[in-house]
Structure formats: C-alpha cells, structure tokens
C-alpha cells in the first residue's frame, strides 16, 4: 500500500514525514521499511532516524544537503520497490512478577472493573504485542495489543517515583518503566530484567516492529534472574518471528 506522505521542517536540520494518523501495523510496517530504505542508502547527511505511531523523523546536516533536495530524494526512495527490504522482527519473551509486592495498583484496577486480579494478570499475559517505537525515557517501549478490558485511564496525579522495571497500564497502552521515573500509569507487576544500558553495544535490545510476550513468574524466580541480571550473564529469551 502506497500512502500519502506530508513532509515538514522540524527546526532547522530535521525533516519530519507523517502517515495518516491511524496506529495499526500496516502503518507501522510502511514507516519501518522506509527507515529501512533511508538507512540502506547510507546517506553521508543523514545524522539520525526516529519514529513514532505515525511519522518519522530525520536529522541531517545542513551544510550538506537542502531542505527541498532531500524531500526530493525521500519521494524517489518512498516509491522504489519495497520488496528487496526484509524485515526480520523478534518475538522477545518479558518476565514479570505480578506479586502483590510490586502490583500496587492491581487490586484498585480489578474492584473497578469487577473482575480478580488473576484475571487481569491473564489477560495481560496472554496477549503478544507490538513494539511501535521507544520514547519517553531511553528504552521505554510503546505497546499495542493490550486487551480493551484492561483498558484504564491515566491516574490523574502521577507518582513522583515510578520503580525501574515497574509494569504498568496508560489508557489504552501498556509498557514498562526501564528506569525510576514520574508516571501516572497503573502499576500491575515489575520485571527483573534490563530494558535499556548505554554501555552494551546495542543500548535496547527490542526494535519498532518486534513483538513481545510477557511472562508470569514467582517471587523466587524474580529474585533469581535479578542476581544473574546484576551477574551479567542473564540472556532474555526471542526468536526470530516472519520468515
């Protein structure tokens, strides 16, 4: 599907293309094998690439390329054929605790909306969802796929501390906090795990496009993958998905 593209200066180095505003994965899909194009062509002016639920941004050098010339080449690679650029999207495999100890918010969610929390824990984890982008703080994923009966509305005062790693649900999203941070989402659980680390070689390990699971487990077994994450030798399980 071929879409129809706005492209805007976003300050003085920056060029940002929007797609329709609808958040789906055919959206998803077209923004990721542009990027991909636009990466492929290994652009000596191109200095980084972001996207969003329906745009992408690309910064450049100006010394080295103008505005209109590069809505120029942006339109010929739109247009080249897409089938030489092979996505190959992960499925990552995300534990989490949903103990009471970490879910403090989880016996609110579940009198709300009339339900046990073990069926909110099952709903949670049964779905598979995909990552659209990260954003907000470094390694922060933005999920779709969760349920409609999970859907809650953001609190409306916001915690000044939200733990690293806490699991949480913003309206119509779910995510998890790699860092200690303000927030005024639902917390219903906490994973053991690093979702983002500027010394690896690859700061986050998940992508726009990749899928993730969620999975139940104990407290002892938190405790144990905390203890191999602080080791360093703890390795989060994927597979490689549409081959």
Known sequence: MIYKLTYKPFGERAVLIEWPAVIDENTLLDISLFKEKIKNEDLEYIVEIRNAYDSLLVVYVKELISFRNILNKFGELYHQEKKHFKLRPKLWKIPVCYDDIF???LNEMALEKGVSKDTIIKLHAKAVYTVYFIGFLPGFMYLGGLDKKLHTPRKSTPRLKIPKGAVAIGGEQTGIYPSESPGGWNIIGNSPIEFF???NNIPCFANAGDRIVFNPISIKAYKDITTLVEAGV???????IGD
Do not use: M
């Not at 703890?234 to 490689?240: A, G, H, I, P, T």
């Open 234 to 240: 703890y390795q989060l399980e994927s597979e490689v």
């Open 197 to 199: 680390n500027p010394k």
């Open 103 to 105: 879910a403090i918010d």
